[in-house]
DNA sequence: CTAGGGTTAG
């Protein structure tokens, strides 16, 4: 082999069995493998065995392992190459320094250039290249300032390592150099520098370039135009792309959506859709980039109706199988709360990516479908590359309404191996969903693992231990993010009111507190009319304006007011969620509604309800009425009372653990009076500890006690 | 030279 120099030192591959290659003779093409002349440009003629020039084939075969990245081969390669008397030859150098670049091996591109003594101008030039593309900016300028005479190629080079990398000041000198070298700068030079100016702190520069172009006019073609209006938008400076764009001789989708993108990230929804309606009136031709930015528009806006007129126009164009507009479909449809029309713009896409998939399960998660959720997640970890970190923190949401451990931190170990969990974003979900499921130590090792915790994490984990009722921990954590110099927002003050009203710990906190209490307690019923008309004139169909006048009327036994606000609930087809508990034994789901007689244990558990004889619930403080009290005033609901579905959880519970574990269970919405008395009940008779979530906190009852101190 | 998806509470 060694006496081999032209033939590969190790290319086990072509190797079958115990087949060895011939030595001392030159390369036999049967032996060169197909890629030996794979992407080569076609102007290079194949080699053929009776014209191949000296050295050609070893060459080819250079390029081709550096393709593979082999370059230890390589070094070795040119070893025997030089040892044989064979030259390397510019377009291998060429070829080896792009490959070197594309992959970011500086030392390797180091050495090769190393070995060049007066290289011709445009070698230097490719060398220059792979120095920025491996990001060593101080090698490039070595070589640049050596460089005897150079290029405008080199000058751009140069200027645009700089700017690519965002070390503008030594781009802009360089520039000016450049300027005034007399080497008359090209197009591409322009647009990486516009390229580089991506916020706003670089708009004066970028008016000083602008400026600079129309004196010198020099660079006033169509390329440099959008490169001018793109720079403005990604500075902020809209009115400055505006004018750009008015001015712009042809305008294509291109330039249309640099500008749409500029006002969509200024939450300018209206001027999306205004530009939009002037590109259809124009008549210029519509691609799915524009359509996508479009959509997004209406998605922010919940625009439903221009949402549909804009599919229409998409459905006649036929893009409605594309991947990047059926995608922002989807969400349309989701953020507008038409799930059945999501779904339907999700089957219509021809080849579904991630984004669309995490569009979807975001869409199952955020309408509370959330078996669908994890269904649809399981289908797809079979699947290669269709799962997302964006994926993983819908999942993550999936689970924490289920408040479900083992799917949570089965997906939670899944994210870490496959290396998904989105920074923060992820991260908060995680500590929301341990936090629904009864584990604040989980929780809290997830926000200790944030290195920097923005206003949303701190809020997740004080959120946490407020839901817990353990407010020194909640209180402890918003002081901690206090001293962090994260600014808390509204969601954060809730957390905290909500830790504070066990607690006296921050008096003025609860000052506001007993403030927003007195209200409800005052039972102000002419106030209570005319919040609730405010408040269902934002939104007329908001189930919560309803309910919240209705218990108020109750409470006041304004007995037909109460009925009237019933019946046009019922007009308007607003239906109240079904209350239902829900418990894990062993694994298995057992999911009850009130008078729930479909568990194939019902007989035992409505028995074991009798046996526990708690009387019959007569709460003379109706202040606390939740949306299920309210209904049992009525006479005829009161003796479903009796069949609560947690109750029958609790029944169940006492029934299918061990007598010395705690009964764990889950309901969607608040626990109501009766029902926390019955609990409170069963853990003295039974001597059980039972924990109950509810939909706005953890009870824990032991010996007739809860944690809760009667107050949710 | 332009696009689409995800986080906290009541």
Not at 202 to 208: A, K, N
Not at 335 to 351: G, H, P, R
Not at 361 to 372: A, H, K, P
Not at 581 to 610: M, N
């Amino acid at each position: 082999m060694a006496s081999a120099p032209f033939l590969p030192p190790d290319p086990p591959h072509l190797r079958t069995g115990q087949d060895r290659i011939p030595p001392a003779r030159p390369a036999s093409f049967a032996r060169i493998p197909s890629w030996v002349s794979l992407n080569r440009p076609s102007s290079v003629k194949p080699p053929h065995p009776t014209t191949t020039q000296h050295g050609q084939v070893e060459n080819l075969h250079l390029v081709s392992l550096s393709k593979q990245g082999k370059f230890e081969q390589v070094h070795e390669f040119i070893k025997s190459m030089d040892e044989a008397g064979i030259a390397v030859s510019p377009s291998t150098y060429k070829s080896l320094f792009e490959t070197c670049g594309e992959m970011g091996l500086l030392s390797e591109g180091r050495s090769i250039r190393g070995r060049l003594k007066n290289p011709p101008g445009f070698l230097e030039d490719c060398a220059l290249r792979m120095y920025c593309h491996c990001g060593s900016l101080s090698d490039a300028r070595r070589l640049f300032d050596e460089m005897p005479e150079r290029s405008s190629f080199a000058w751009g080079i140069m200027i645009s390592g700089y700017a690519q990398r965002g070390v503008l000041d030594k781009a802009f000198q360089l520039f000016s150099l450049l300027m005034d070298s007399g080497v008359g700068p090209n197009f591409s030079v322009y647009t990486s520098l516009l390229r580089s100016l991506v916020d706003s702190s670089c708009l004066e520069i970028g008016r000083q370039m602008h400026s600079h172009l129309i004196k010198t006019g020099s660079g006033l073609n169509a390329s440099v135009g959008m490169a001018i209006c793109n720079m403005y938008v990604k500075c902020g400076w809209l009115e400055g792309a505006r004018i750009v764009f008015d001015e712009m001789a042809e305008k294509k989708a291109v330039a249309w959506t640099a500008l749409m993108v500029g006002y969509t990230e200024a939450n300018e929804q209206n001027d999306v859709l205004h530009l939009f309606m002037k590109m259809v009136e124009e008549g210029v031709e519509l691609d799915e980039f524009v359509f996508s930015i479009v959509l997004k528009a209406c998605a922010w806006l919940e625009d439903l109706r221009v949402g549909r007129q804009i599919h229409g126009h998409i459905v006649k164009l036929g893009l409605e199988s594309d991947v990047s507009v059926g995608t922002p479909l989807v969400n349309l449809y989701v953020k507008c709360t038409c799930f059945e029309s999501a779904l339907l713009a999700f089957q219509k896409i021809d080849n579904p990516n991630d984004v669309s998939w995490s569009a979807l399960i975001s869409g199952y998660s955020q309408s509370g479908r959330v078996e669908e959720c994890l269904k649809t997640y399981k289908s797809l970890r079979v699947m290669d590359g269709l799962l997302n970190s964006f994926i993983y923190t819908s999942i993550f949401q999936a689970c924490s309404m289920l408040a479900d451990i083992n799917s949570g931190a089965q997906a939670h170990a899944d994210a870490i191996k496959r290396g998904l969990i989105s920074p923060l974003y992820g991260e908060s979900a995680l500590i929301t969903m341990y936090s629904k499921c009864g584990n604040m130590d989980y929780a809290s090792q997830v926000f200790g693992s944030i290195s920097e915790p923005d206003t949303i994490a701190w809020t997740a984990i004080i959120a946490g231990y407020a839901y817990h009722g353990i407010a020194s921990e909640a209180l402890g954590y918003f002081r901690k993010m206090q001293d962090s110099g994260v600014r808390p927002n509204g969601v954060t003050l809730v957390a905290v009111l909500t830790a504070c009203s066990h607690s006296s710990l921050i008096t003025e906190a609860e000052g506001y507190l007993k403030s927003m209490n007195r209200c409800w307690n005052h039972r102000n019923l002419e106030l209570g009319r005319i919040a609730s008309e405010n408040l269902l004139r934002l939104n007329p169909d908001d189930t919560a304006g309803y309910i919240l006048l209705f218990n108020l009327c109750v409470s006041h036994e304004k007995w037909e007011e109460a009925a009237r606000i019933r019946k046009k609930m019922m007009e308007k087809n607003l239906q109240k969620e079904v209350s239902c508990s829900w418990i894990t034994v062993r694994g298995q789901w057992h999911r009850f509604i009130v008078g729930d007689r479909h568990h194939p244990q019902t007989k035992e558990i409505y028995a074991k309800l009798k046996q526990i004889d708690f009387p019959d619930g007569d709460s003379e403080d109706r202040s606390l009425l939740t949306e299920e009290d309210a209904s049992c005033i009525l006479p005829e609901r009161r003796q479903q009372l009796l069949e609560h579905s947690e109750r029958l959880a609790i029944a169940f519970g006492l029934l299918s653990s061990p007598s010395n574990s705690p009964v764990l269970i889950f309901k969607n919405l608040r626990a109501c009076r009766d029902c926390h008395d019955f609990a409170k009940h069963v853990s003295r008779v039974a001597e059980r500890e039972i924990v109950i979530r509810d939909s706005s906190r953890f009870h824990h009852f032991k010996l007739g006690q809860c944690s809760c101190g009667d107050y949710w």
